[in-house]
């Protein structure tokens, strides 16, 4: 369905027989455009549904929607690489309801790959990232870290970049335009 802006509009049906909807954003005119799906969730709604939203509800939404999209882009969403990228999904956006009250996800399906950008509204993270992430803190991040192809976190005006040198967090300086919470952006070829 076209929507009146010219953005094109994806709907699915929820096991509770409610219809809700998922915006695709066309980037460009090239033949192979990206397709761009956003989510937002806090513990009061997920997109534009009104609920109370708990971890587990949460892991649920996340996974129905994740399989919709895969879905409606040609991938199967039980095939190994495609269900890791749905774990790590399923993964940022806990993280962010439980430290931060909720965030918005979006998912990049590029012709090659596909990117996935959380960003929350948190306190962000104190220090070097990589130090929290390999003392075993925020086990689901250790776990993306070692599966995706490129991974940044952005907070508090910091930029950190996973370095294929020691598989280590590289800062980047003081130039992200994150200055409360945090971006994490990572990306996986397909």
Same mark, same amino acid.
């Given at each position: 369905?076209?929507?009146?802006?010219?953005?094109?509009?994806?709907?699915?049906?929820?096991?509770? /027989?409610?219809? =809700?909807?998922?915006? !695709?954003?066309?980037?460009?005119?090239?033949?192979?455009?990206?397709? %761009?799906? *956003?989510?937002?969730?806090?513990y009061y709604h997920f997109?534009?549904?009104?609920?109370?939203?708990?971890?587990?509800?949460?892991?649920?939404?996340?996974?129905?929607?994740?399989?919709?999209?895969?879905?409606?882009?040609?991938?199967?969403?039980?095939?190994k690489n495609i269900s890791?990228?749905?774990?790590?999904?399923?993964?940022?956006?806990?993280?962010?309801? /439980?430290?931060? =009250?909720?965030?918005? !996800?979006?998912?990049?399906?590029?012709?090659?790959?596909?990117?996935? %950008?959380? *960003?929350?509204?948190?306190?962000?993270?104190?220090?070097?990232?990589?130090?929290?992430?390999?003392?075993?803190?925020?086990?689901?991040?250790?776990?993306?870290?070692?599966?995706?192809?490129?991974?940044?976190?952005?907070?508090?005006?910091?930029?950190?970049?996973?370095?294929?040198?020691?598989?280590?967090?590289?800062?980047?300086?003081?130039?992200?335009?994150?200055?409360?919470?945090?971006?994490?952006?990572?990306?996986?070829?397909?």
């Open positions: 369905m076209i929507h009146h802006e010219g953005r094109f509009v994806f709907f699915s049906i929820d096991s509770r /027989e409610r219809i =809700s909807n998922f915006t !695709i954003i066309k980037k460009s005119n090239n033949y192979k455009q990206p397709k %761009i799906y *956003r989510v937002a969730f806090n997109d534009n549904i009104k609920m109370h939203i708990g971890s587990n509800e949460l892991v649920g939404r996340l996974n129905s929607w994740w399989d919709n999209l895969c879905i409606a882009n040609g991938y199967n969403p039980k095939e890791m990228i749905g774990y790590c999904i399923i993964e940022l956006g806990k993280n962010a309801l /439980e430290n931060a =009250s909720g965030g918005e !996800i979006s998912v990049h399906f590029e012709h090659d790959h596909i990117k996935v %950008i959380l *960003r929350d509204r948190g306190l962000g993270f104190e220090g070097n990232p990589f130090e929290l992430i390999q003392s075993n803190r925020h086990h689901g991040l250790y776990e993306i870290q070692h599966f995706v192809d490129e991974f940044m976190i952005e907070t508090n005006r910091r930029r950190f970049v996973l370095t294929s040198n020691y598989n280590k967090f590289k800062k980047m300086g003081n130039s992200s335009n994150i200055r409360h919470g945090t971006q994490i952006t990572f990306m996986k070829f397909i």
